[in-house]
């Protein structure tokens, strides 16, 4: 049998995007993929609850294929509020199909409700893909970063992170 002959399906699914329920947050964990960030993903569990951040997924038959984490922060040294994006990511059998695109601009349209007239992203200096996909939704570069952190994964061992990053920006036209 030739490749041309092997049987093929095309099955429609649909995409909803919608804010992370807790039976999502092991979910998050993509089969262990990402289970080191397990700490994480129930960190910004908690603070969703408090209002403080939020995950927004796109979930395709109750499975979150992607999501994307909003921080809400409230500077006490007088530089500007804004939300943080970060952890987007989508499955990789269904990038490049617009989910990422929707997932941002869900997280914005959350943002301009809450009233957040800036939003920054960080991305690494090796990512020219995410780099471009940002820039077509209107952020731009402000800044550079050594990205360096550190988070406690799922073994209760801390771990390092270096990823040097592009800060990007965008402002928000509050209505
Ligand atoms: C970045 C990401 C979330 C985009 O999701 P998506 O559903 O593929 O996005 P869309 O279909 O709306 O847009 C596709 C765009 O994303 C870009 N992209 C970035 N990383 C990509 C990847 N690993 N695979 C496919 N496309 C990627 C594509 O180049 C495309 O832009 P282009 O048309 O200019 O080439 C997804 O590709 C991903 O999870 N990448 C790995 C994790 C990552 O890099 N996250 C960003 C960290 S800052």
Redesign the pocket.
């Known amino acids: 049998m030739t490749a041309l002959e092997q049987p093929t399906l095309v099955v429609p699914l649909s995409i909803t995007l919608r804010q992370a329920l807790r039976t999502d947050i092991p979910k998050l964990e993509w089969y262990g993929q990402y289970i080191h960030y397990r700490n994480l993903f129930r960190r910004a569990y908690r603070e969703q609850q408090m209002g403080r951040r939020l995950i927004l997924v796109?979930d395709c038959n109750g499975f979150p294929v992607?999501h994307?984490f909003i921080q809400f922060i409230e500077p006490d040294d007088g530089s500007r509020r804004r939300a943080y994006l970060?952890?987007?990511?989508?499955?990789?059998m269904?990038?490049?199909?617009?989910?990422?695109?929707?997932?941002?601009e869900e997280a914005e349209a959350v943002i301009r409700q809450r009233g957040y007239p800036w939003i920054t992203?960080?991305?690494?200096k090796d990512?020219?893909?995410?780099?471009?996909?940002?820039e077509?939704l209107g952020y731009r570069v402000f800044g550079e970063d050594e990205g360096r952190w550190r988070y406690v994964d799922h073994r209760g061992n801390l771990r390092s992170v270096h990823e040097p990053?592009w800060l990007l920006q965008k402002q928000i036209h509050l209505r």
């Open positions: 796109a992607g994307i970060y952890s987007f990511r989508v499955m990789e269904f990038r490049g199909q617009g989910i990422g695109t929707r997932l941002i992203i960080s991305v690494a990512n020219p893909d995410a780099k471009r996909l940002y077509r990053c």
